[in-house]
């Protein structure tokens, strides 16, 4: 399975960040149009017929993990951007997250492409 997570949208204001009202089906369609997306090329490219898209909403890191406890999944595969210093204190980082509070599934983090490129590798 293939899944993304749709974050709460939030508004940073000064030290807090508030929870705006949003229609969230205007965040959510663009996801699900892009995971889908990346579902049939995994399925054209590697032949796997059985890749299934999950789309979740939430704290991206709480709902994977959550998701690949309770559906007994053996792997989390996450990417990491190589954000680094002030962005990264603010943003957070959801692959440090995931590997933090995942106690029952084993997690996997590999680099994106944009990350090494900005590393120079």
Known sequence: MVATVVPPPTVFLGELLVPEVVDMSAVAEPARRQLDAIVKEIKEAAGYEKVEPVMLMGDPADELVHYAE?????????????????????????????????????VLVVESASAREREGK
């Open 70 to 106: 309770e559906n007994g999944c053996d792997l989390i595969v996450v990417g990491r951007r190589g954000r680094g210093g002030l962005e990264r204190l603010i943003l957070g980082s959801v692959s440090s997250k995931i590997v933090s509070i995942s106690h029952r599934v084993d």
